[in-house]
Structure formats: structure tokens, C-alpha cells
T-cell receptor, first 115, second 114 residues
């Protein structure tokens, strides 16, 4: 069975603060993929990043960075110098071979960035 | 051009009615999915189709029947709608080989059953 846990249901920060969204996953597969999606108030799901289980290199894209640690089964997402437009619900998801092509999503973290 | 499109965007209907949601992707992907997002934002897979064949059917009531006329379309038909069916339904697609997990989502259809 696969499971994704996002323990933070809601986070509120003030603009320009850095914020880290936590994601912990469980899977018995050795080959798997981890994702982050953003769901802004408009409702669509926006793909942010995909990382496979063999690539533990951290990634930075502008103000976004991701820290993948297999030893702790975590794939955390940091937004540096947050902006009001970052306000959204962020989902972490897991895909693994034994689960077909389906993604298992975490419960989401609602991030509110106040001016 | 919209990669994954869904119609309608909003659907309001009464209990007991039958309704359909359409999904089309122009990405040339082999696999399509339906997800349900409940009022607490929890996202869960419902169905997965590969080249018009059902490959995943999670625990979904028989009232929900996906239909795939070709690999670019996966429609969702719901019979005898219930209040608990109110949710946002997302269609998604992905390539089959090598990038199976790279799923692209449609804009969602908000279904409200009264």
C-alpha cells in the first residue's frame, strides 16, 4: 500500500518569508516517483515537479526548491521569499510500479501568504 | 491550445438525475484518468484507461461508468446522482511508456447535486 502524508493542513506566512511544506511517503517499491502540484484558488492543478527514486539530487527552480531524502522518506518543498500569488493548496503525490499508473495524493497543505 | 479539456466546468443538477462529463486530450497520450476531489480537497483516483481499456477501477459505485470512444477521450457518466457525488472531478492524461506518472490535469468540473 502507498501513502502520502502532508502533516501541515494550513500554513500562514507574511510575504517575503520562506516557507517549507512537508511531505512524507510510504511505499514498498524501489522504483517510484514523487510529485508536487499546486492548486490555486481558480481550481486547476498545476504540475510543479517530478522526481524519481534514484535521483536524490535537490532541485531549485527560481524561488522553489525541493529536498528529497530517501533515508527519511521525505520530499519537502520550500518557497523562498513567498509572494501573495503563492497562496494555494499544494499537493504532494506518489506514483509507483505496483500501483499501475495511478498517483496517490497527500491531503494537501493550504498556504496563505499575507501582504 | 488546451492540452486536457473538460466540459462542462460547472454542473448543477438534482438528485436522481443522470449526467455526463466529457474529457478530451490533444497530447497524444495513451492513458487517461478520472479523479474525484471532495469538499476537504482530498484527491482520489477513480478510473484509469489505457488505449480505451480499463486498467484501474478503484472502489467506485456502479453508478459511475467511464466511457472511452477513443484514446483521446474519456467521458464519465453518472447515473442516479446522490448528494454525496458533489465534488470536483478532474480528468488527467499521461504518456504510457517511460513517463507514466507525468500526469496533466484538466481544469476540473465542479458537480453540485441538490
Amino acid at each position: 500500500a502507498q501513502k502520502v502524508t502532508q502533516a501541515q493542513t494550513e500554513i500562514s506566512v507574511v510575504e517575503k518569508e520562506d516557507v517549507t511544506l512537508d511531505c512524507v511517503y510510504e511505499t514498498r517499491d524501489t522504483t517510484y516517483y514523487l510529485f508536487w502540484y499546486k492548486q490555486p484558488p481558480s481550481g486547476e492543478l498545476v504540475f510543479l515537479i517530478r522526481r524519481n527514486s534514484f535521483d536524490e539530487q535537490n532541485e531549485i527552480s527560481g524561488r522553489y526548491s525541493w529536498n528529497f531524502q530517501k533515508s527519511t522518506s521525505s520530499f519537502n518543498f520550500t518557497i523562498t521569499a513567498s509572494q501573495v500569488v503563492d497562496s494555494a493548496v499544494y499537493f504532494c503525490a506518489l506514483g509507483a510500479n505496483n500501483a499501475g499508473n495511478m498517483l496517490t495524493f497527500g491531503g494537501g497543505t493550504r498556504l496563505m501568504v499575507k501582504p | 491550445d488546451t492540452a486536457v479539456s473538460q466540459t462542462p466546468k460547472y454542473l448543477v443538477t438534482q438528485m436522481g438525475n443522470d449526467k455526463s462529463i466529457k474529457c478530451e486530450q490533444n497530447l497524444g497520450h495513451d492513458t487517461m484518468y478520472w479523479y474525484k476531489q471532495d469538499s476537504k480537497k482530498f484527491l482520489k483516483i477513480m478510473f484509469s484507461y489505457n488505449n480505451k481499456e480499463l486498467i484501474i477501477n478503484e472502489t467506485v459505485p456502479n453508478r459511475f461508468s467511464p466511457k472511452s470512444p477513443d484514446k483521446a477521450h474519456l467521458n464519465l457518466h453518472i447515473n442516479s446522482l446522490e448528494l454525496g457525488d458533489s465534488a470536483v472531478y478532474f480528468c488527467a492524461s499521461s504518456p504510457y511508456r517511460g513517463r507514466e506518472y507525468e500526469q496533466y490535469f484538466g481544469p476540473g468540473t465542479r458537480l453540485t447535486v441538490t
